[in-house]
């Protein structure tokens, strides 16, 4: 049974301060926070970038967006002790029963616990194998490093008592949101019952990356060998940087034009997916979409994989993996794979799944 101070608790934040994916991946674990607690409100605390997630997920009332100086990767926030203090007096305001921070394996819950203790919320639960003190009220040793997010999302949970109900992710997309992608479809001439392939050439770091040139060899010959349209997909910053893509009539762009609900319902709508390990692979992986991913070695597969979705993880070996870097100091040798592989792998998976390349050919909507 669950302790009765959660079985108590109203006003929970949860704390999860990382990418798009990483929020994606905590979707299980809000699914049964929100289960187990029905009548709490939850509020979500994100970064600028996760929290372009929280539309689409289940049981989160609130989100507080925040850039955080623990997460300040690039070293650019300035010294501003203020600024915490003005973190400090929100948190506080809102009288938190209780707080759950999610880390992934090389991060401490220690600052955001104690931005929490001094806000003087009661119940604060983290996963740390260095010990806090009283920092946190429950210390949680984690799992193993290699295990995967979601598993160890769940886990912290399920040290408070939680008894997960299922692992698998789970997204929400509204009509509204479905009409809105669906009409950015209509605007490349794609309806919604017309099958069509995601191409997302993105990552949040260059490291992550497949070679651009080789992603427009990708989507030229999958355009011409499945008859499917190519529709591409990323963010504003990187419209420049996928202009080599976009090199005949059956490949089209939507870059910089979704919001991530719509991008999501646009995902949904799908036969396949071609992506980096991003955003767009958890998105995918959530709906359960075929995908092929260029999977580069700064992380361990085991860790961020997808194991929903029908999946063919590329990568080849180095002895410099998992880096965990942003960006790769020789040739980025795990992603050497040539474009001709991709696409086999590609079409494998549309015929395994769809069998959408015989039909397609069989219709040629696009000669």
């Known amino acids: 049974m669950l302790p009765i101070e959660w079985q108590?608790?109203?006003?929970?934040?949860?704390?999860?301060?990382?990418?798009?994916?990483?929020?994606?991946?905590?979707?299980?674990?809000?699914?049964?926070?929100h289960s187990h607690l029905p009548n709490a409100s939850i509020t979500l605390m994100a970064s600028p970038a996760g929290s372009q997630v929280a539309p689409l997920l289940p049981g989160v009332d609130r989100v507080i967006v925040q850039r955080v100086v623990w997460q300040d990767a690039s070293w650019v926030m300035p010294l501003a002790p203020a600024?915490?203090?003005?973190?400090?007096?929100?948190?506080?305001?809102?009288?938190?029963?209780?707080?759950?921070?999610?880390?992934?394996?090389?991060?401490?819950?220690?600052?955001?616990?104690?931005?929490?203790y001094l806000a003087g919320i009661p119940l604060r639960i983290g996963q740390s194998k260095e010990f806090g003190g009283s920092v946190?009220?429950?210390?949680?040793?984690?799992?193993?490093?290699?295990?995967?997010?979601?598993?160890?999302?769940?886990?912290?949970?399920?040290?408070?008592?939680f008894i997960p109900e299922g692992r698998h992710l789970e997204l929400a997309v509204t009509e509204e949101m479905q009409k809105n992608g669906d009409r950015l479809l209509l605007n490349v001439d794609l309806t919604p019952n017309q099958p069509f392939?995601?191409?997302?050439?993105?990552?949040?770091?260059?490291?992550?990356?497949?070679?651009?040139?080789?992603?427009?060899?990708?989507?030229?010959?999958?355009?011409?060998?499945?008859?499917?349209?190519?529709?591409?997909?990323?963010?504003?910053?990187?419209?420049?940087?996928?202009?080599?893509?976009?090199?005949?009539?059956?490949?089209?762009?939507?870059?910089?034009?979704?919001?991530?609900?719509?991008l999501a319902a646009i995902v949904k709508r799908s036969s396949l997916v071609i992506a980096n390990n991003s955003g767009t692979?958890?998105?995918?992986?959530?709906?359960?979409?075929?995908?092929?991913?260029?999977?580069?070695?700064?992380?361990l597969e085991s860790q961020w994989q997808p194991r929903n979705a029908p999946t063919k993880l590329l990568r080849r070996f180095t002895e410099c993996s998992p880096c965990y870097g942003f960006e790769c100091p020789y040739q980025m040798e795990c992603l050497d794979i040539s474009p001709d592989e991709v696409v086999r792998e590609a079409v494998k998976l549309l015929e395994e799944s769809f069998g959408m390349v015989r039909y397609a050919i069989a219709n040629a909507p696009y000669e």
């Not at 608790?9 to 929020?23: F, H, Q, S, T």
């Not at 506080?92 to 991060?107: C, P, V």
Request: charged letters at 20%; proline letters at 6%.
């Open 136 to 161: 946190l009220s429950q210390w949680v040793k984690p799992l193993p490093d290699g295990c995967h997010q979601v598993d160890r999302n769940l886990f912290l949970l399920e040290s408070a008592g």
């Open 281 to 299: 692979m958890h998105i995918a992986d959530a709906f359960l979409k075929p995908m092929v991913v260029l999977y580069s070695g700064t992380e």
């Open 197 to 262: 392939i995601i191409l997302a050439p993105g990552a949040s770091c260059a490291a992550r990356r497949y070679d651009i040139q080789r992603f427009a060899t990708v989507a030229s010959m999958l355009a011409a060998e499945s008859k499917l349209k190519v529709v591409v997909v990323g963010s504003d910053r990187e419209t420049d940087l996928f202009k080599p893509i976009l090199n005949n009539r059956n490949i089209v762009s939507l870059v910089g034009k979704t919001s991530i609900p719509e």
């Open 83 to 116: 600024r915490e203090e003005s973190l400090i007096a929100k948190i506080e305001a809102e009288n938190f029963d209780a707080a759950l921070i999610f880390t992934s394996f090389s991060q401490s819950p220690y600052p955001p616990a104690y931005i929490c």
């Open 8 to 33: 108590n608790a109203r006003r929970i934040l949860v704390i999860r301060l990382d990418n798009i994916g990483d929020v994606v991946m905590l979707s299980p674990a809000l699914r049964i926070l």
